[in-house]
């Protein structure tokens, strides 16, 4: 086991997989042992079967945690060996039921003295290992069942991607780019407005002249990202959080996340107490954003934008 020691955790699934090729193996020669007619791969269909009178596929696959058309393949395997009988369902034609034959039932009664063996083989492995196998499988199939391996991993790279990223106040030289990503995700969904043309062609006037401030997200040196705080003149809100934009390049990377935290914290350092944005539903991922930072839907201001359908606040007293 010297190349796992080596490659360490990331090789879990090949790892398992030899355990379960080799586990497989044995249970192969124990059928052909105990003179019992069956494939492994059979057993979870024929174990279930044996504790009912008779099931549909459906219910066969939704308890094995397999596909419909593998057990489907399996059902058909068992036919084929006379272990099972199927039929359709009186009630429902379009179901396949199945039961086991009186083949299978004699297997049910001949199979027996290998469970009670086996039983004792895998109760003596436990004895005598630190860790509990069983009790491990279920521990991982619970966190599993919360959150999958994939999803796990796509929040670790989206964690490492972001420590690259470096959040900065605008300065002049970031003009270009502050007005390029949000001329990019304006365009591919909406029209420009004239309130858009007025912040990107003169953010110095539009917002930092008039006490608002422009973060810049910036990926290996490079501007990917851009959001403003801007001042309102509101007896409810201090500031707008507007034309957040993160280039389609460096999506998925949390950028959004880290801008709008950045520019909550400094909202706060200004002093402000509440911040309000308007959006359109139709930028699904970004109100999703907008909601895990803690934004809820509001009504009853004016707008100076046509496209904006939802506006939004948030408390940061």
């Known amino acids: 086991m010297n190349f796992f020691n080596e490659v360490g955790k990331k090789g ?10 080799k586990i497989t193996e ?5 059928y052909k042992l105990y003179k019992v007619d069956l494939e492994p791969k059979w057993w979870p269909v024929f ?9 549909a596929i459906t219910e066969i696959a939704r308890e094995i945690g397999h596909s419909h058309p593998s057990i489907s393949k399996i059902i058909r395997e068992m036919s084929a060996k006379e272990l099972v009988i199927e039929k359709k369902d009186k009630t429902d034609g379009r179901r396949n039921i199945v039961s086991l034959s009186k083949k299978g039932k004699q297997l049910v009664e001949k199979i027996q003295d290998q469970y009670r063996d086996v039983d004792k083989a895998i109760e003596e492995i436990l004895s005598k290992t630190r ?10 199939e619970f966190m599993l069942e919360q959150k999958t391996l994939l999803r796990r991993v796509m929040e670790q790279k989206k ?11 605008y300065t002049p030289k970031y003009r270009k780019a502050f007005k390029e990503l949000n001329e990019e995700w304006i365009y591919a969904y909406f029209d420009m407005e004239e309130a858009d043309r007025k912040a990107l062609d003169n953010p110095k006037g539009y917002i930092l002249d008039k006490g608002g401030c422009i973060l810049v997200a910036l990926l290996n040196g490079k501007p990917v990202g851009v959001c403003a705080l801007k001042k309102m003149e509101d007896p409810e809100y201090d500031y707008e959080l507007a034309k957040m934009a993160v280039s ?8 959004g996340w880290l801008l709008g935290k950045a520019a909550i914290a400094k909202a706060k350092d200004l002093g ?3 911040i309000y944005l308007e959006s359109n539903t139709r930028l699904e991922a970004a109100i999703n954003l907008y909601h895990k930072m803690g934004f809820q839907k509001v009504v009853g201001h004016a707008t100076p934008y046509e496209r904006c359908n939802i506006q939004m606040g948030l408390s940061i007293s």
């Open 12 to 21: 879990i699934g090949t790892r398992l997989r030899l355990l379960t090729e």
């Open 26 to 30: 044995d249970a192969a020669h124990l």
């Open 47 to 55: 174990y279930l079967l044996s504790t009912r009178d008779e099931m």
């Open 131 to 140: 860790n509990n196998l069983w009790k491990a499988i279920e521990e991982w």
């Open 159 to 169: 964690i490492r991607e972001g420590s690259d990223v470096e959040i900065v106040e």
């Open 248 to 255: 389609s390049e460096a999506r998925g990377k949390g950028i």
């Open 272 to 274: 402000a107490k509440r």
